[in-house]
């Protein structure tokens, strides 16, 4: 059963850049041609999907985050990473990674991790 | 990035049905059938309900259906139980190769 593990800073400070891994486990980021993806949810508010990436290296990012946001893919490591550049208290949030099922959907999904944004 | 419009909060009581609507634009729901439903219940992580607007995934309970008219999809719990008591979200896959989820829709039961 493929599992996804979000890792990384729990607190960064404003201005600072995010930066957050997600490790596949039970099978490889390089199978069959799917897209794995990173969404965020903010403390009592809905979901934003903030962009998704295939491991050839193809990115698809959210317009509103575009210009801060870059998604990269390790297959040695199969991992897949998110920076978010110049991070304000707006950014706090419950970071999700996932990867996209059969057709249009995010089927698999990890546990999430919060993110804090203060100084 | 155009937005999805859910109600915030809808309710029923054990046994009844109750539907989620979700509405785009002539755009995006209405021109795609790439519209998909998750389940959240509190501090846990969304999980895959409903599927390019009616396909279920396999061990999602045939009590969860989904439809589409026009530019509005909508979720469908019938038989309704207590452990259904979640957030849902719609979310559509754009034709610019990006997402976008709805504003999320609490259910209680009552």
């Known amino acids: 059963q493929l599992q996804l593990q979000e890792s990384g800073p729990g607190l960064v400070k404003p201005s600072e850049t995010l930066s957050l891994t997600c490790t596949v486990s039970?099978?490889?980021?390089?199978?069959?041609?799917?897209?794995w993806g990173w969404i965020r949810q903010p403390p009592g508010k809905g979901l934003e999907w903030i962009g998704s990436?295939?491991?050839?290296?193809?990115?698809y990012y959210n317009p509103s985050l575009k210009s801060r946001v870059t998604i990269s893919v390790d297959t040695s490591k199969n991992q897949f990473s998110l920076r978010l550049s110049s991070v304000t208290a707006a950014d706090t949030a419950v970071y999700y990674c996932?990867?996209?099922?059969?057709?249009?959907?995010?089927?698999?999904w990890g546990q999430g991790t919060l993110v804090t944004v203060s100084s | 990035q155009s937005a999805l419009t859910q109600p915030p909060s809808v309710s029923g009581s054990p046994g009844q049905s109750v539907t989620i609507s979700c509405t785009g634009t002539?755009?995006?729901?209405?021109?795609?059938?790439?519209v998909s439903w998750y389940q959240q219940p509190p501090g846990t992580a969304p999980k895959l309900m409903i599927y390019?607007?009616?396909n279920r995934p396999s061990g999602v309970p045939d009590r969860f259906s989904g439809s589409k008219s026009g530019n509005t999809a909508s979720l469908t719990i019938s038989g309704l139980q207590a452990e259904d008591e979640a957030d849902y979200y719609c979310?559509?896959?754009?034709?610019?190769?990006?997402?976008?989820f709805g504003g999320g829709t609490r259910l209680t039961v009552l």
């Open positions: 996932a990867r996209r099922g059969d057709g249009y959907n995010w089927y698999y």
């Open positions: 039970g099978g490889s980021i390089r199978s069959s041609n799917y897209y």
């Open positions: 990436i295939h491991y050839s290296g193809s990115t």
């Open positions: 002539s755009s995006d729901v209405g021109n795609y059938n790439r």
């Open positions: 390019e607007v009616s």
């Open positions: 979310s559509l896959y754009t034709g610019s190769s990006t997402w976008v």
